[in-house]
Protein backbone atom coordinates (compact mmCIF):
# COMPACT_ATOMS: atom_id res chain seq x y z
CA UNK A 1 0.00 0.00 0.00
CA UNK A 2 2.97 2.26 0.64
CA UNK A 3 4.70 1.88 -2.40
CA UNK A 4 1.52 2.24 -4.18
CA UNK A 5 1.17 5.76 -2.84
CA UNK A 6 4.89 6.60 -3.20
CA UNK A 7 4.17 5.87 -6.78
CA UNK A 8 1.52 8.13 -7.03
CA UNK A 9 3.27 10.58 -5.39
CA UNK A 10 5.92 10.40 -7.65
CA UNK A 11 3.38 10.20 -10.69
CA UNK A 12 1.74 13.35 -10.10
CA UNK A 13 5.22 15.41 -9.11
CA UNK A 14 6.47 13.91 -12.86
CA UNK A 15 2.98 15.25 -14.17
CA UNK A 16 3.26 18.81 -12.34
CA UNK A 17 6.90 18.89 -13.61
CA UNK A 18 6.00 17.79 -17.42
CA UNK A 19 2.83 20.18 -17.40
CA UNK A 20 5.75 23.07 -16.05
CA UNK A 21 7.79 22.54 -18.74
CA UNK A 22 5.48 22.55 -21.63
CA UNK A 23 3.76 25.48 -20.03
CA UNK A 24 7.70 27.39 -20.12
CA UNK A 25 8.32 26.24 -23.98
CA UNK A 26 4.86 27.51 -24.91
CA UNK A 27 5.85 31.07 -22.96
CA UNK A 28 9.39 30.99 -24.90
CA UNK A 29 7.87 30.25 -28.41
CA UNK A 30 5.08 33.51 -27.86
CA UNK A 31 8.30 35.68 -26.75
CA UNK A 32 10.14 34.43 -30.06
CA UNK A 33 7.12 35.49 -31.96
CA UNK A 34 6.53 39.14 -30.22
CA UNK A 35 10.79 39.12 -30.79
CA UNK A 36 10.44 38.71 -34.40
CA UNK A 37 7.73 40.98 -34.89
CA UNK A 38 9.39 43.42 -32.91
CA UNK A 39 12.14 42.82 -34.97
CA UNK A 40 10.45 43.17 -38.38
CA UNK A 41 8.81 46.04 -37.33
CA UNK A 42 11.99 47.83 -36.60
CA UNK A 43 13.54 47.02 -40.06
CA UNK A 44 10.43 48.42 -41.76
CA UNK A 45 10.73 51.30 -39.82
CA UNK A 46 14.67 51.85 -40.52
CA UNK A 47 13.61 51.00 -44.23
CA UNK A 48 11.50 53.43 -44.73
CA UNK A 49 13.86 56.14 -43.02
CA UNK A 50 16.24 55.40 -45.52
CA UNK A 51 14.08 55.76 -48.67
CA UNK A 52 12.69 58.84 -46.80
CA UNK A 53 16.69 60.28 -46.92
CA UNK A 54 17.61 59.23 -50.38
CA UNK A 55 14.27 60.97 -51.44
CA UNK A 56 15.08 63.50 -49.64
CA UNK A 57 18.73 63.68 -51.38
CA UNK A 58 17.25 63.53 -54.55
CA UNK A 59 15.11 66.71 -54.22
CA UNK A 60 18.32 68.21 -52.81
CA UNK A 61 20.36 67.32 -55.99
CA UNK A 62 16.96 68.41 -57.86
CA UNK A 63 17.05 71.83 -56.24
CA UNK A 64 20.90 71.87 -56.90
CA UNK A 65 20.70 71.59 -60.27
CA UNK A 66 18.03 73.63 -60.84
CA UNK A 67 19.88 77.00 -59.49
CA UNK A 68 23.05 75.79 -61.19
CA UNK A 69 24.98 74.76 -58.21
CA UNK A 70 26.76 72.41 -59.71
Do not use: C, H, P, Y
Amino acid sequence: MRLASQNSEIANTLGSVRADALKAEQSRAQSNVLLSNISRAQDSQIQLQKTEQAAQGLGNLETASQAKLF
